[in-house]
């Protein structure tokens, strides 16, 4: 891929990966990656393990995705999409992108691009008929680059 | 509950409870509930069943409500929910509300407010710290009395 291996700032060349989330990604800056996103909290290892488990055992249905630099081994992106199962559009399937973020040292590299694709490509080899996710609206244009198009607005209600 | 019962415009009384989806409710109207909202296709009894098993096996993490006019034993309104497993905010859960609609017959009662509030307490009492839902811009309002709040946009991408 085009974007498969680029230089750091030092002229060091970094290549990159992008496969699913795995349980020993803790130790290679996952959690750090998604407090660049929000809150992330303090999670022991063991909290770690059984939500990993937790998730995987939707099998295809909940993937979470990584960019691994592969010299550091260090996490550089990652996203998450979870396939949910309708009645409607034929007993149709959704795809629901979250958590999408890169580190900060690996911006500009087009990797959240990679990601969106990753899941995207996911979501249509498990037969959604679309993917949708929520997100500040100065990130518009970033995901229409990814292919998206706005539809609507987010509403939440915290606890 | 203050909207329990109501007359119909004949004044015939009207009588809702509110329960979750079960494999019978094909034969209720679900479907023609659902087509109010989107396309739903033609779907047999066999494809709603196996859809059906899917949903439910994941248990209290995708919950289907229906509300039901009881003397007719018609499916008056329904709203989905689908519990997403995090590993940020402390390992958290996050509710994605989704299928909003109550039947046009049944409009005005409130029986939209008593989805999204059973839906809600659902996620509350599951350990979620927020709920999440996309609507169209017009449906900011109703979702606002449902304790709500607008935050951010909404991309999609239909294959």
Redesign the interface.
């Known amino acids: 891929m085009a974007d498969a291996s680029s230089s750091d700032i030092t002229g060091e060349k970094q290549t990159f990966k992008i496969r699913k989330l795995e349980i020993t990604d803790k130790r290679n800056g ?2 750090e990656l ?2 660049q ?7 022991t290892d063991d ?2 393990d ?2 990993f488990k ?2 995987t055992s939707y099998g295809d249905d ?1 993937l979470i995705c990584v960019i691994e630099e592969e010299s550091s081994g260090k996490i550089a992106a990652t996203g ?1 999409v ?1 396939i ?8 149709g399937k ?1 795809g ?1 992108i ?2 999408v973020v890169v580190d900060r040292e690996f911006r500009g590299k087009r990797l959240g691009k990679r990601v969106v694709e990753f899941l ?1 490509d996911h ?2 080899g498990m037969g ?10 100065e990130k ?1 244009e970033f ?2 680059k ?14």
Not at 128 to 137: P, R, S
Not at 146 to 159: A, D, H, P, R, T
């Open positions: 996952y959690m998604l407090s996103l929000t809150v992330t909290g303090s999670v909290e770690f059984q939500r937790e998730i909940h998450s979870m949910e199962k309708k009645f409607l559009r034929n007993c959704v629901h979250e958590d995207t979501c249509r959604c008929y679309k993917v949708i996710l929520d997100c500040g609206v518009k995901y229409e990814c292919g998206l198009v706005n539809k609507g607005i987010q509403m939440s209600k915290y606890f």
